[in-house]
T-cell receptor
Framework: GENVEQHPSTLSVQEGDSAVIKCTYS??????FPWYKQELGKRPQLIID?????GEKKDQRIAVTLNKTAKHFSLHITETQPEDSAVYFC???????????FGKGTTLSVSS | DVKVTQSSRYLVKRTGEKVFLECVQD?????MFWYRQDPGLGLRLIYF???????EKGDIPEGYSVSREKKERFSLILESASTNQTSMYLC???????????FGSGTRLTVV
């Protein structure tokens, strides 16, 4: 089955710095790669996603890149702010339209 | 806004009890999912359903069952609660072919 590995498990940055979180997946049939943000005590929320037919997608300060050959995808956050502090999860489905398998999460701390 | 509502925010149950966790969504989503979230382990898939009366096992179905008698409601059942089932339980839903999930707020279950 699909295995999604996420690194690092914790990440501390200064406000204004960039943050990068990386995930690898095992199933080459995976074609959809979302990222979720979970603030303390709240539900996970989708912040950005990418499909396998594109290599990069941006939305303001966040971007996701995908390397299908290497089976990895990354979340990039630029100009980090304290409100970016949260747990971030990557995910991938073993096959198109099936249930998502999540990474173990990255706790991002942005200090001002 | 899609709403996914989990009936209880906090639950405390005794070992051996039969426990029902309820999830209701109001946007006519076909797909519904149950995950448990534990520190350092991320979100692990318990069961999911793509249609009424249909269910599929996830990665950790042991000790759990599910029921989906109506499209909007997906119940997770702990047949005989054990202390190792103490966890945060998250329900999610989505349209078929749109893998982005909407999560409920979660139920924090403590089994004593």
């Amino acid at each position: 089955g699909e295995n999604v590995e996420q690194h690092p498990s914790t990440l501390s940055v200064q406000e204004g710095d960039s943050a990068v979180i990386k995930c690898t997946y095992s199933d080459s049939a995976s074609n959809y790669f979302p990222w979720y943000k979970q603030e303390l005590g709240k539900r996970p929320q989708l912040i950005i996603d990418i499909r396998s037919n594109v290599g990069e997608k941006k939305d303001q300060r966040i971007a996701v890149t995908l390397n299908k050959t290497a089976k990895h995808f990354s979340l990039h956050i630029t100009e980090t702010q304290p409100e970016d502090s949260a747990v971030y999860f990557c995910a991938a489905p073993p096959q198109a339209g099936t249930a998502l398998i999540f990474g173990k999460g990255t706790t991002l701390s942005v200090s001002s | 806004d899609v709403k996914v509502t989990q009936s209880s925010r906090y639950l405390v149950k005794r070992t051996g009890e039969k426990v029902f966790l309820e999830c209701v969504q109001d946007m006519d989503h076909e797909n519904m999912f149950w995950y448990r979230q534990d520190p350092g382990l991320g979100l692990r898939l318990i069961y999911f359903s793509y249609d009424v009366k249909m269910k599929e096992k996830g990665d950790i179905p042991e000790g759990y069952s599910v029921s989906r008698e109506k499209k909007e409601r997906f119940s997770l059942i702990l047949e005989s609660a054990s202390t190792n089932q103490t966890s945060m339980y998250l329900c999610a839903s989505s349209f078929p072919g749109r893998e982005g999930y909407t999560f409920g707020s979660g139920t924090r279950l403590t089994v004593v």
